[in-house]
Structures are given as C-alpha cells and as structure tokens.
C-alpha cells in the first residue's frame, strides 16, 4: 500500500487531483483493493513455487538425512500404502502410533558406495532391536528400509550392543569430604557424559576431564586410559555401534586427598 501511495504522489496529475484525506475516499479504497489483489497473487505464486519445489526434490535422489528420518518412522508390523513411504495412520491415537515406532536412535553414514544405518532403541538405557523368532524387529526394520531406498543404492545395517566403555583417572579431592562419596559422584558424571552423548556423537578424553572437574569436591583430575571395546582411546572416538555401554565396574577411580 505504501508503495503505491508513492507512486500516486510521483505522478504530478494524481498528486494535484487526488487530495482527500479520508480513509474512505474512493481513490483510497481502490488502491487497497488493488494492494490486496496483489498480496494475494503474491501469496499463490508463493505457493506455487513451495509446490514446485517439494515436487523437484521427490524426484531427486535422497540425502543421508531422509534416511535417517525414515529409519526413525519406522512402525512395526504395519504395512505401506502401495507406492508410498510414508504409513496411513488415519484412525490411530498419538500412544498407539509412538508404540510403533520402536527406531529411537538413528545415525546414517556413506562408506565404499554403502549407505550405513545405525539404529537402537530404548530411552534412558539404549539397546539393539530384537531379532529373534518371536520377536523380528530388526527382520522387519531392514525390509521396510529395502523397499523404501531409492534404486541402486546399497544399504548395510548396523544393529549391535554399544561399545563397551571403560575408563580409569586419578583425582585429588578436598579432604574434608568422603573419599566413598567422591567416588559415587565422580562415577555418575561419567555415566552422565557417556550416556548423554548423542547417537553416534564423538567422545573426547578432554570432555570427559571437563565432566569430572565439575563434580564438587574435585580439584584435580588426570585420566590414565579410555577405552571402547578394549581399544584405546588416545583423544577422541565415534562409537562404532552408534553408542557406549558403562557400568560402574568399568570405571576405576583412584581417590586421593588433595594436599597443598
């Protein structure tokens, strides 16, 4: 509107004849009717071009993170709509649809020409889909993915029990603590950094140092060896399973009294 009020004003004919101040003077009201016309040709141009777009990218082959998001789509036991990727849920409740979809984690990755899936599931405590007779997750995750792939591309599938993690440091504490309570607290933010790594994120030795230091009570803490699956860990790793494994056992805390 205001750019055509500009305009009126650049025309000396307009400009002398077109003078009403009134909000409902017909030249006035004309060029709004005109201001909303074009916003609303605007707006369907807008549309259309969205439309255009989302059709020319269905015709491209995927990125990594489509399958990625598909891998997490997955329901169990349900099948497709002919030609489609994407479940009639029509009818289910919000409970009934997240039950199905049993894929809480997902990492893909490009290696020798293979598309990689990584997946588990679980929430707090991650874990691989069941594969077993009764229980055919894993079975049934693979063929739902083979069906939806674009054609010719290769897919490899990773569904294996973390890394397991283990690790052993040294750290000075105030003495006017519980060494027993210095432990515990020092395990927890172990555990706490490891299990709330993103899936398949990167682990550093440097983070989890940064980890301890922020427990109360530690002044120094040096780490001696980090190790995934045996193998060491000289700076940083990207589980190769999407994820670690801990327990307390794996952790090893040599508690000393800080002296000055």
């Known amino acids: 509107m205001q750019q055509l009020l500009a305009a009126k004003e650049q025309d000396e004919t307009l400009r002398e004849r077109l003078t009403s101040t009134s909000k409902t003077a017909i030249w006035r009201l004309l060029l709004y009717i005109v201001a909303v016309g074009t916003n609303v040709v605007e707006s369907l141009w807008d549309a259309m071009k969205a439309d255009v777009d989302e059709e020319i990218d269905a015709q491209k082959p995927h990125r990594l993170k489509w399958y990625r998001d598909k891998a997490l789509a997955f329901m169990y036991n349900m099948t497709l709509p002919e030609d489609s990727d994407t479940y009639d849920t029509t009818g289910m409740t919000d409970d009934q649809i997240d039950s199905r979809k049993i894929v809480k984690f997902a990492a893909v990755e490009e290696m020798n020409n293979l598309v ?60 006017v603590l519980l060494e027993s309570e210095v432990r515990a607290a020092v395990r927890k933010a172990i555990k706490s950094y490891i299990r709330g790594l993103p899936f398949n994120g990167e682990y550093t030795n440097m983070a989890l140092i940064d980890a301890v230091q922020a427990v109360s009570g530690v002044k120094i803490a040096e780490l001696a060896s980090a190790t995934a699956d045996e193998a060491v860990i000289s700076v940083q790793d990207v589980p190769q399973y999407g994820y670690y494994n801990i327990t307390d056992d794996a952790i090893t805390v040599n508690a000393q009294p800080y002296a000055q």
């Not at 707090?124 to 739902?144: G, I, N, V």
């Not at 569904?159 to 040294?170: E, I, P, R, V």
């Open 116 to 175: 990689i899936i990584k997946v588990a599931k679980g929430d707090d405590q991650r874990e691989p889909l069941d594969d077993t007779e009764d229980s055919p997750e894993f079975t049934l995750f693979k063929a739902y993915m083979q069906e939806i792939k674009d054609a010719g591309v290769r897919l490899s599938f990773v569904n294996q029990a973390g890394d397991a993690f283990s690790c052993a440091l040294t750290v000075l504490y105030d003495p």
